[in-house]
């Protein structure tokens, strides 16, 4: 060890691996297994935060190789790729190799920049009051303005149709119908950051705050139903059902994708 005081920089390149113990952090971290001058040493890889400098990240975007589609509705579209050249010896697709996962929004409204703006977060309580008078009033205007056509475009499979997952047979269940299709903020192939969104045809719920007692038997189907088409796609891959957590997404919410 005492050779390498002076230049620890120079252990790293001798890192021989033997295999990858595990990823976590949604991917962004891998912990590899392997040794150095013949002895057992652990690499902890751990992708750092962007750098802030401006000409770095004006070149990025011209500079990304093995760019990779991933889908695209409305105004928004979601790529892979590599941000360094990137070698292989054998027959691995280039996206094998990807470590970019990129959404663009073309062409973004003023709401777009104020969303993805810098701002400071305050918690507020909803009272029923507030809802009736504020929130919904806030969505219904929002719904006006097209801000739903990304979910419309899915449910109406005009968008993403290739991408869904599990869906009843459009329009047969009448309220009751929806769908399931992976998160447009997934790269697709992390499976310890799977994410998954559910849609509903119905277009009378827009919040916690409109489901009633009589609307239980129908959430407990949807929960079974999304979980057997997650499960037996994804088994192949070692995601089981105890390994799932389900979360109402508000369409309040969902709106602000656009």
Not at 12 to 19: C, Q, T
Not at 69 to 84: E, I, K, P, Q, R
Not at 113 to 140: A, C, D, H, N, W
Request: contains cysteine; positive net charge; hydrophobic residues 40%.
């Amino acid at each position: 060890m005492g050779d390498f005081a002076s230049n620890p920089e120079s252990l790293i390149p001798l890192f021989k691996l033997d295999r990858v113990l595990k990823q976590d952090q949604a991917g962004r971290r891998s912990i590899l297994l392997g040794e150095i001058s013949s002895q057992p040493a652990l690499l902890i890889l751990e992708r750092a935060p962007f750098p802030s400098s401006k000409p770095y990240l004006s070149h990025l975007p011209s500079t990304l190789q093995a760019l990779k589609n991933l889908g695209a509705n409305d105004v928004y579209f979601w790529y892979l790729a590599t941000s360094t050249p990137y070698s292989t010896t054998n027959s691995e697709p280039a996206e094998e190799f990807a470590d970019l996962k990129i959404n663009l929004i073309y062409p973004c409204t003023e709401q777009h920049i104020k969303k993805y703006s810098k701002q400071g977060v305050r918690m507020v309580v909803e009272t029923p009051e507030i809802y009736r008078t504020r929130v919904k009033p806030f969505m219904l205007a929002k719904r006006d303005q097209g801000r739903l056509n990304w979910v419309y475009n899915i449910i109406d499979g005009k968008t993403e149709v290739e991408d869904v997952i599990f869906r009843t047979p459009r329009g047969r269940d009448g309220d009751e119908g929806f769908l399931l299709l992976p998160d447009l903020n997934w790269d697709r192939k992390t499976v310890e950051s799977l994410h998954l969104l559910g849609l509903v045809e119905r277009r009378d719920i827009w919040s916690l705050r409109d489901l009633r007692k009589r609307h239980v038997p129908w959430l407990r189907l949807m929960r079974e139903r999304l979980v057997d088409a997650t499960v037996e796609m994804y088994a192949a891959k070692g995601v089981g059902r105890d390994m799932l957590k389900l979360r109402w997404k508000e369409i309040k919410r969902a709106a602000w994708r656009k």
